[in-house]
């Protein structure tokens, strides 16, 4: 089975609960339907259909080759792309930081904080903002001084790993904005503010957990694969 086939399955069960396979018409009325399935005339594009149409645009760099060939194979899925319908622009950035710090000030292990922003915008004359959402990953690697190129293969097999893991969180961003349409959310001017935890980011200290602001509908905006507005051209 290939990656992209997998991913694609494991973010179906991801979004799916069980009883659903049971008792469809039961839960029909409860707002429980899978990512990747029909949804009677309401949807007549499926999301995977969707998705093929996306076209990823140059990333630099090499994270940022990595992260659009990831990008390009789990909106391709199993099948031919056609991507002339929307233009994806993603834009990573992974830092490393030493911790475990010895006595002699050598580290033992590299922690990398990755993060993405991406824009789906359409594709004309004058391209429209449709969505825009954030990914986070964290992952690391032992420390070997004395061994050069295996010090080197465990840095690009973590790298690697940070931005399949950032394409898998943006492919799944911009299928549930396929879903829902949510519009970008827009801040209220007062009022009192709810915060809910964002369990991928890196906390400010031991005390403290990061933390993401709710949307104008109360839902967090990695619920709805939405991003807050934000100026900026292309």
């Given at each position: 089975m290939s990656h992209s086939r997998s991913f694609r399955a494991a973010l179906a069960r991801s979004l799916t609960v069980l009883p659903l396979l049971t008792l469809p018409v039961a839960l029909s009325g409860c707002g429980f339907q899978p990512l990747y399935g029909t949804q009677g005339a309401k949807n007549t594009v499926p999301v995977e259909d969707e998705l093929k149409q996306v076209y990823v645009a140059n990333i630099p760099e090499r994270t940022g080759q990595l992260m659009r060939l990831a990008l390009q194979q789990n909106m391709a899925g199993d099948g031919p792309e056609n991507p002339t319908g929307y233009t994806l622009?993603?834009?990573?950035n992974i830092g490393q930081e030493a911790i475990d710090i010895h006595a002699d000030n050598t580290s033992g292990r590299i922690r990398i904080n990755a993060h993405a922003h991406w824009r789906l915008y359409t594709v004309e004359q004058n391209p429209k903002l449709l969505a825009e959402g954030d990914a986070s990953s964290m992952d690391g690697y032992s420390s070997l001084y004395e061994q050069y190129f295996a010090q080197t293969l465990?840095?690009?097999t973590?790298?690697?790993r940070v931005t399949q893991?950032?394409?898998e969180q943006v492919t799944q961003q911009v299928a549930t904005w396929f879903r829902t349409h949510a519009a970008p959310s827009v801040k209220r001017a007062q009022g009192p503010k709810t915060y809910y935890p964002t369990p991928n980011a890196m906390p400010d200290s031991e005390?403290?957990?990061p933390m993401e602001e709710e949307g104008a509908d109360a839902i967090p905006d990695m619920a709805t694969g939405r991003g807050a507005p934000s100026a900026g051209a292309l």
């Open positions: 622009y993603a834009q990573p465990n840095s690009e973590a790298i690697a893991a950032l394409a005390k403290q957990s």
